[in-house]
């Protein structure tokens, strides 16, 4: 074994190990040329002290040019379709959808069914929840993998999955798999090979003989999943202690082994091949460990990101990661690059979006967007009412200072206000992972519930529909939680599942709510009538170029209930106003007087004049097309 020495060096051992793997065509040794340098430097950063790291990296390389032998065709052509548009993904035709597979539609076959739909809701983007071979009875809605070259036979099968990929891309859909790279399941392969003490593997995860260790870190960690274990360990049946951030049967890999790196871009670009577009990256956060701190957002973390974006451009270069960082949110844009991951889910804009509605004040969400909603050339925002897992509050306490506002004191009345506990609130949430020792909480439930339509509250529909408004229209790539356009409601039955009582996100995950889907055309009902408004949203930023990309400029208002941002376009820039209070707000003339007075309502179709001001009612919004002067 050998260290990592200098990068001709270490070239030459890496090419050669490509070179015994099979054969090295031109196209990839181009890659391998703009790459291997970046790739070398970030292991000799994170391995260079270790003496396997040059054959590691080696490795590494000969994984990714056997990817690349074996990658199809049509995905080759689909790589050099994204190497020449970049920006494909900042497209004001993207729209995301997800869903779970099982939930939503029984199985890969199911969801095969569903393709004209997604077609008429005009999706272009489809993440399917973990669909992986996963352990029977609790798997963490399939976020505990066994593995990943496997489907969870109860959907399908692999070859349906690459199937699956090839009709949504025909239909202009590109899936989105989650690349679950932080834990596998206790039932992996190599897990088992761990525990047992294959020699190979038992540096896979972090095992400890006795708590030593275990007292030594979590004296600084963090407790996530606080229902489940305390601390950030679990107890082996021989006594040992193995590190699990999240649930019991789901143990951390240790990226401070090289071989885990090589072993998961194998796993990696195994996926690559089958026809994902989009990696979401799961827990990015946790994925380097160091005594003496959080163990989150380590540097490491992102030279880990880095190292796998660089095999990626190697050996499947059309395809880009999407970063699940639901942290403070300096830490959240800093994965947000395209040499690490060019999309991100916008947690901020999610968390705050329901803190206005339950506030009716816009201005942490007005700053969030001034302030936190630049990111760099060639990335983008996922934005999202809610997603499959919690609303957690992960605003900055100093931006809630700066407006006076008490962090916790907030978070506390916001979970208070989403689990229906506050006097006049108009959620039904339910809380998760309550923590009675830090008083922290998270809330579930679907976005109808959360916003009013099921305890009937006269203004639920129309905070659904906000709610979208302002993901559509913010930029980036909006995503859909399938069901929410058609309002579905909180399911309860999880409570009486053995396998779903204990984690309350099961509200939210409800079976595909036929009822719901079929009165979509109904207005006399909520389905139908908020199905009507989104679809019109949707097709109205469908023609609106302006809302491309991210560009976004503050727009303030004298009301603290309006939000309001300008996204600029060629020569017209589109001005949303959103209203997320209870009562009526006139936007004067005045305030409006930058603009030219002709302005067209891209939502309502009709044209408006700016002179004589505007009108906005109770969580009313616009999107005026306008001109500057
Ligand atoms: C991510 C997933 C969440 C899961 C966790 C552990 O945060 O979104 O659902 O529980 O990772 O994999």
Not at 260 to 271: S, T, W
Not at 294 to 302: D, F, I, N, Q, T
Request: glycine share 8%.
């Amino acid at each position: 074994m050998t260290a990592l020495t200098t990068l001709q060096a270490d070239r030459g051992a890496a090419l050669a190990a490509a070179e015994a793997a099979g054969r090295l065509d031109d196209a990839f040794l181009d890659r391998f040329d703009a790459q291997f340098p970046r790739l070398h430097s970030l292991f000799t950063e994170l391995y260079g002290a270790r003496p396997d790291g040059q054959e590691q990296l080696a490795e590494t390389v000969a994984v990714a040019s056997t990817a690349w032998n074996l990658r199809p065709l049509e995905l080759k052509a689909r790589d050099a379709l994204r190497e020449a548009d970049p920006a494909w993904f900042q497209s004001e035709r993207m729209l995301g959808g997800v869903c779970y597979v099982d939930r939503f539609a029984g199985n890969l076959a199911g969801i095969r069914d569903q393709i004209p739909y997604f077609r008429e809701l005009g999706l272009t983007y489809l993440h399917l929840m973990p669909l992986f071979d996963a352990p029977e009875g609790e798997n963490d809605g399939g976020y505990a993998v066994s593995s990943y070259r496997r489907v969870n036979p109860s959907l399908g099968t692999m070859e349906q999955l690459t199937e699956l990929a090839a009709d949504l891309r025909t239909a202009g859909i590109s899936l989105v798999l989650d690349f679950i790279f932080n834990h596998t399941s206790d039932e992996h392969e190599w897990a088992r090979k761990a525990v047992a003490g294959d020699p190979d593997f038992e540096d896979f995860y972090l095992i400890f003989p006795d708590r030593d260790m275990p007292d030594a870190y979590e004296l600084t960690t963090r407790e996530i999943f606080p229902d489940d274990h305390p601390g950030s360990f679990v107890q082996l049946e021989d006594g040992r202690w193995i590190w699990s951030t999240f649930y019991h049967y789901q143990w951390d890999l240790n990226y401070a082994n090289p071989a885990v790196f090589r072993a998961m871009a194998g796993e990696m670009l195994f996926l690559a091949n089958q026809g994902v577009e989009v990696l979401r990256m799961d827990a990015v956060a946790f994925i380097w460990k160091r005594l003496g701190t959080a163990c989150e957002s380590l540097p490491e973390a992102h030279l880990l990101l880095q190292a796998f974006n660089a095999v990626l451009a190697m050996a499947a270069p059309g395809m880009v990661f999407k970063s699940e960082a639901i942290v403070h949110p300096d830490e959240v844009i800093a994965y947000i690059s395209p040499d690490e991951c060019e999309l991100s889910y916008n947690p901020l804009q999610m968390a705050l979006t329901w803190e206005a509605l339950a506030t009716r004040d816009g201005r942490l969400l007005q700053d969030a967007l001034e302030r936190r909603h630049a990111l760099p050339a060639g990335t983008a925002w996922v934005n999202y009412v809610r997603s499959h897992d919690d609303v957690g509050w992960t605003f900055a306490d100093e931006d809630a200072a700066a407006l006076g506002i008490d962090a916790f004191a907030h978070r506390q009345f916001l979970n208070r206000f989403y689990t229906g506990r506050h006097d006049g609130s108009f959620a039904r949430g339910v809380a998760f992972q309550e923590n009675p020792a830090t008083g922290d909480a998270r809330v579930a439930g679907t976005t109808a519930s959360l916003a009013g339509v099921e305890a009937g509250d006269a203004a639920g529909e129309d905070r659904v529909v906000l709610a979208h408004a302002l993901a559509l229209s913010t930029g980036g790539i909006p995503l859909l939680y399938l069901g929410d356009e058609v309002a579905q409601l909180n399911d309860y039955s999880y409570a009486e599942d053995p396998l779903r009582r204990g984690d309350s996100r099961w509200v939210h995950r409800g079976n595909r709510p036929r009822d719901r889907y079929a009165q979509r055309t109904d207005l006399s009902t909520p389905a139908g009538r908020i199905h009507r408004r989104l679809t019109k949203l949707v097709a109205a930023r469908q023609q609106s170029p302006e809302l491309a990309g991210n560009a976004l400029i503050g727009f303030r208002t004298p009301h603290p209930s309006v939000v309001g941002y300008q996204r600029p376009g060629e020569d017209t820039r589109v001005l949303v106003l959103a209203n997320v209070g209870d009562t009526e707000v006139q936007v004067d003339p005045l305030t409006l007087s930058g603009f030219e007075s002709a302005a067209f309502d891209l939502v309502h179709d009709t044209e408006v004049d700016l002179e004589e001001g505007l009108a906005l009612p109770p969580h009313g919004f616009v999107w005026l097309r306008v001109r500057v002067r």
